[in-house]
């Protein structure tokens, strides 16, 4: 995740440089044969929580400044970038507009 941009307070959050979990295998690392595709952990919820969190590669420090973002109810826009060593950086950016709860969320392409 490279940039989160708060719409609705037109506020840009600081993101740390880190890596995200791919969906399913809770690593950071992964291989994608060419022609396929792969599917990452966007954002999670916790239950009685009425925030959005993301899952990250553990931290090795306290330190705040490389702790991610957790959104509460809002409008946001997201980027993500993939990085490969064998290809070009792939980049997208996506809505997220979300109410408090697990069924208020939407989630889709930037238009």
């Known amino acids: ?3 989160i941009i ?3 307070a037109n506020k840009e959050y600081e993101i740390p440089s880190c890596e995200l979990i791919w969906a399913g ?9 060419g022609g396929t595709k792969r599917e ?5 919820f916790v239950h009685g929580e009425s925030v959005i969190r993301f899952q990250h590669r553990p931290l090795t420090t ?3 400044k490389y702790w991610l973002p957790v959104l509460s109810p809002g409008k946001y826009e997201i980027e993500y970038s993939i990085i490969s060593v064998n290809f070009c950086e792939s980049l997208q950016r996506y809505i997220l507009d979300f109410d408090g ?11």
């Open 1 to 3: 995740m490279t940039k």
């Open 6 to 8: 708060d719409l609705k």
């Open 25 to 33: 295998l809770g690593d950071i690392t992964v291989n994608i044969i």
């Open 40 to 44: 990452l952990d966007a954002f999670y």
């Open 62 to 64: 306290t330190n705040q």
């Open 101 to 111: 709860t697990v069924t208020g969320v939407k989630f889709g392409e930037k238009p």
